[in-house]
């Protein structure tokens, strides 16, 4: 999407949630699939660690022509209330979810997160730059710092091109709480080119509490994550 559509001032109505995390999810991917019909953007990057938020988008976006990448973790796992819930959607015990997306036309990406390299594995009392830029983000809340991270590793490989106005989607632990419109680059040009030009939606506040279901300020159904591991 190029500068030439937007030479006049604009005004867009931004949602601000009053919570963090899953909860937001559909109402986000509704607003998402809004702003795209509006404008004419056809690109959605979704961060998604197990598949369902991109799922979900899918559903959302059903009858649209918005093209959706999901960027996805690394194997892993994460805390949860009843015990660890692996993540990384190219595991076995989401390759139904990952089969599903593929069937749709969904771009699958897993690539190094940027902002969290191999000097992660270092102790964080000695920050290095990459864990800078990391703790800078979240003072915007954790959906943006992933939403960003989100877009660029889609850049990296090769989905989406340098340049190019995209929408990204991430969240704060589990599902889906902001919504961003950034002007994308590669990793290495990050500083030069990467910018965020439009907040379609984000959480007013930001978690500050580990584990962040703990936290008052993060509300979703955890419960689904474990079920989809029986299922």
């Known amino acids: 999407m190029g500068d030439e559509l937007f030479m006049v001032d604009i005004e867009r109505k931004v949602t601000y949630f009053q919570y963090c995390g899953e909860a937001n999810t559909e109402k986000l991917l509704s607003l998402v699939r809004l702003y795209c019909e509006n404008t004419g953007i056809n690109k959605v990057v979704i961060a998604s660690e197990t598949g369902r938020s991109a799922l979900k988008a899918l559903e959302i976006f059903k009858g649209t022509n918005i093209k959706i ?6 194997p892993a796992e994460t805390w949860g209330p009843r015990g660890s819930i692996p993540i990384g959607l190219k595991r076995k015990e989401y390759l139904k979810n990952l089969k599903k997306l593929e069937e749709h036309g969904c771009r699958i990406v897993q690539g190094t997160r940027p902002f969290a390299p191999p000097s992660r594995s270092l102790n964080w009392k000695y920050p290095t730059p990459e864990a800078i830029i990391d703790k800078t983000l979240e003072i915007f809340g954790a959906g943006t710092k992933i939403a960003i991270e989100a877009a660029i590793i889609a850049t990296d490989a090769g989905e989406i091109e340098e340049g190019e106005e995209v929408v990204s989607c991430g969240g704060t632990y589990k599902g889906l709480d902001t919504a961003l419109v950034v002007r994308t680059a590669y990793s290495m040009n990050f500083f030069k080119d990467f910018e965020v030009r439009e907040i379609i939606a984000k959480p ?28």
């Open 204 to 231: 007013r506040c930001r978690v500050k509490k580990f584990p962040e279901y703990e936290d008052e300020r993060w509300k979703g159904d955890i419960d689904s994550y474990y079920a989809q591991l029986v299922s």
């Open 69 to 74: 990448i999901v960027v996805t973790h690394y």
